[in-house]
């Protein structure tokens, strides 16, 4: 047996974690090992509980580890890995667990702690290398299937399974001869000998090398590479076979050989100029167009480089764009092209790189794109002319820049533009452009200003035949051009110096047609030969003008509406007010500064919530924020200059876009203060009508109460005058009736104090209990039981009006039940609302009354039982609290009324 000297020398010096602990687990001795792991003084470790150094997901398990130490009194062996954190580094461990005893009791536990976190690691990183090779195994773009040595199929990947049309289940264990076998006479051959012809798998297993071949299996063309797969010894086990679906490639490579020819006759004939130029930038190879299209024959073309095809200041691109080209494969831009006659034009270029010979080269696809860098010149003339419109620029400025933009995009001599006056069927000439000197000449020759010119349509005029049949008019003829301008002889008699003066050669004349109608003539002129092509390109650009010269006439119309429409608002008695999405004031009418008491000024450019109660800027923005379909009417306190209060309303109304989406608000806010007071005189009356009610109830409660204290007050007196000691009970007594009688009083005069919106918060379940305290009365004569289904709940609202409002309906439900019955209140909040339903067993309501009961006067009582205010009042303050009443009635079963009130 060892020493005591050796075990504890083998203790501190073992691999192990070594740990004795009392039985709450509380450490009394570690050895070296656990020191160095934990990484802490001993004397810091002593004295701490185990569980501070494990995760606490793994304390369960631990408990009921020491539980079963505790119970069998034997070593426990723990397979589980637990996590520990000791310093701030985890430790995965495996422990196993002895009870110390004393006197056949335990006072403790050693526990002998082996740190695997190595070991833990190295199988989370198996696992997840598996996982991945797993993954790439089933998701592989191409098949893969394992086989044995003696090619029984082990495994598919899913592409396998995909390519021959066998799932996993289906074919494992069996030989691929078996499923797949394709030998001439496999039908009469057995066992390997069904081994296809053209098998490679076993010259891999026999000659231990890679095999690959294309084959042509049930309609697709395969390429099969049969791989060995070697032990750790290096002996062949087995083999994997790489299956390639390369039926498409094959497909493709025999249409390519098919339409080689094809492919020659497009590059050939192709509408673009097709070229191929080395890493120098010479041309190697070129279609006719290449050639044709810059003035030269094939021959002169073939072997220029590209420097010679374009403009000098374009040459330091080259290289840049050619080594771009060879690195990232493919490049689109835009360039100019120079012809043999030296003219100019812009083309578009997509490259891409190639071999070509054997060698580096860049294919090259050009085209023309005059006609659309004129068309896009046409739609920024537009979107100039359009954006001019949109800002407000008179009609005929708009129409000189049209005149002046035309001349330079077509290279005209002149443009002139002539609006259409229906009412006197005559042609205004509007905007001209033209040179300086030539208007001058025309204008000091003739004595007339050639803006402004009106144009008479007499007949035969070529004026009235584009505008008549709304064709373009062309002609070379100059003096029958200037005879058209009018119709008198004097005038027409300057139309051949005219024509000299101006020396043009070519004039077009062409109609705005907007929405089905003429709205002017565009006169072009050219001194030399106007084409075909010209007026084609002239076309479109016309037919887009006349529709925004309809705009800009539609424009003018508008603006005079507008104005109309401003002086409207700026008289309207009720305030106007335009504002954007999030409240910002844009525009307000006279009325709406003068009810602020500002200037317009110092009102526009705010936040129309600067101008509301604190209280109601929350209720503001959500009338704003969920605005929905139709116009809305709401009720708000605001502040004038002064701070004086203003009850107003406010009808709000959106501004929608094309698409539907709200962009401003339209808000009509109407001075309410004298609306306000009726209503706060009739809520009164109707107070004064309730209180009336009250008297029989508050007569019995007062009565009560007086008739103790009298009693304990003749027993007190007659104490005295015995010479008895009067007794504190009595006292007390009097004392307590006093009080019962003084709170019937406050309840009476709360009740009845003038109803003035004061805005506190308030627990709602709390005011029902005391309104139903108020008409205990009314109820307990009515016989009425009532069922209370409350729950604390606190709002924001007006106290005193919203009692008012919960009286009322009691009281109607009281006397809808004439032989008594039961009235059910509830409460529940939802989405910033608070809903109270009163709903009674009485007589009903017809379906006809319904509408009208919240109505000032209306009744169905005797002459004698009410003033019809009840309901409308109720009606009227909830309204005020941007709330509502609903009703649901059915005769002879009962009526619900449902108050909601938002919490303002």
Known sequence: MLSPEIYHLIFENANDLILLMDQWGEIIYINNSAVKILNMPKEEILGKNMYEFIDVTYWDVLKKRADMIFKSKKLVENSETYLANFNGREYYLEARGAPILQNEKIVGVISIIRDVTVKVKVEQNIKRIKDELENIFNNAPYGIAYFDKNMKIIRLNRTAEKITGYLNEEITGKFCYDIIGQHKDSKEKNGRERICDWCTAVDALVLNKTIAMEREYRGKWLK???????????????????????????????????????????????????????????????????????????????????????????????????????????????????????????????????????????????????????????????????????????????????????????????????????????????????????????????????????????????????????????????????????????????????????????????????????????????????????????????????????????????????????????????????????????????????????????????????????????????????????????????????????????????????????????????????????????????????????????????????????????????????????????????????GRASATVSDLIEFSRVAIPDYQVVDIEELVEETLKLARYIIKKSGVRIKKELFPVKMKCSRNQIQQVFFNIIVNACQAMDNGGELHISCRAEEGRLLVSFRDTGRGIPKENIEEIFNPFFTTKGMNDGTGLGLAVAMSIVKRHGGDILVDSEIGKGTTFTVIILNV
């Open 224 to 738: 099969n590479i049969s791989v060995p797969v070697k032990n750790s010894e290096g002996e062949v086990i087995g083999y994997m076979e790489i299956i390639n679906d390369i039926t498409k490639e094959k497909e493709l490579m025999n249409r390519i050989r098919e339409s080689e020819e094809k492919y020659r006759n497009l590059f050939e004939n192709a509408l673009d100029a097709i070229f191929i130029v080395d890493t120098e930038a010479r041309i190697l190879e070129a279609n006719n167009i290449a050639a044709e299209r810059l003035g030269y024959t094939r021959e002169e073309y073939m072997g220029k480089t590209v420097y010679e095809l374009i403009p000098e200041k374009l040459w330091p691109n080259i290289k840049e764009r050619i080594n771009y080209i060879l690195k990232e494969g493919s490049l689109f831009f835009e360039s100019v092209n120079i012809s043999k006659d030296g003219s100019l034009f812009p083309v578009e270029i997509s490259t891409q790189k190639i071999i070509f010979n054997g060698e580096e080269a860049i294919l090259n696809i050009s085209r023309d794109i005059s006609k659309r860098k004129m068309m896009e010149n046409q739609l920024l003339i537009l979107q100039r002319i359009n954006n001019a419109i949109n800002t407000g620029e008179p009609l005929d400025h708009i129409l000189q820049m049209a005149a002046e933009s035309v001349r330079e995009i077509f290279d005209y001599a002149a443009c002139d533009i002539y609006l259409m006056d229906r009412k006197r069927n005559e042609l205004i000439c509007t905007a001209i452009s033209v040179d300086h000197e030539t208007l001058k000449r025309i204008e000091e020759l003739t004595g007339l200003n050639v803006l402004g010119y009106r144009i008479p349509l007499f007949r035969n005029s070529n004026f009235t035949y584009v505008v008549k049949n709304r064709k373009v008019f062309k002609t070379d003829d100059m003096v029958e051009v200037f005879d058209d301008y009018s119709d008198s002889r004097i005038l027409r008699s300057f139309s051949p110096h005219i024509a000299k003066i101006t020396g043009f050669r070519s004039v077009i004349r062409a109609p705005f047609v907007a929405e089905g109608e003429v709205v002017g003539v565009i006169g072009v002129a050219r001194r030399r030969e106007i084409t075909e092509k010209d007026i084609e390109l002239l076309k479109y650009f016309i037919s887009q003008l006349a529709l925004v010269v309809r705009k800009g006439q539609l424009e003018k119309v508008l603006g005079d509406s507008e104005e109309k429409f401003r002086t409207l608002v700026s008289t309207a008695p009720d305030g106007i007010m335009l504002s954007d999405r999030k409240g910002k004031i844009l525009e307000i009418n006279n009325a709406l500064a003068e009810l602020f008491g500002y200037e317009k000024k110092d009102i526009i450019g705010k936040n129309f919530f600067e101008f509301t109660l604190k209280d109601c800027r929350q209720k503001v923005k959500e009338i704003f924020r969920k605005f929905k379909e139709k116009s809305s009417t709401h009720e708000i306190n605001i502040n004038g200059k002064s701070g004086k209060l203003i009850p107003v309303e406010l009808s709000v109304a959106a501004i929608r876009d094309e698409s539907g989406e709200i962009f401003n608000f339209i808000t009509i806010i109407r001075d309410i203060t004298e609306r306000k007071r009726a209503e706060d005189a009739i809520i009164q009356a109707e107070k004064l009508s309730s209180l009336a009610m009250l008297t029989a109830g508050i007569a019995h409660e007062l009565n009560n109460p007086l008739n103790n204290i009298a009693i304990s007050a003749h027993i007190l007196l007659d104490d005295i005058n015995n010479g008895r000691k009067p007794k504190l009970g009595d006292i007390h007594t009097i004392v307590q009736q006093v």
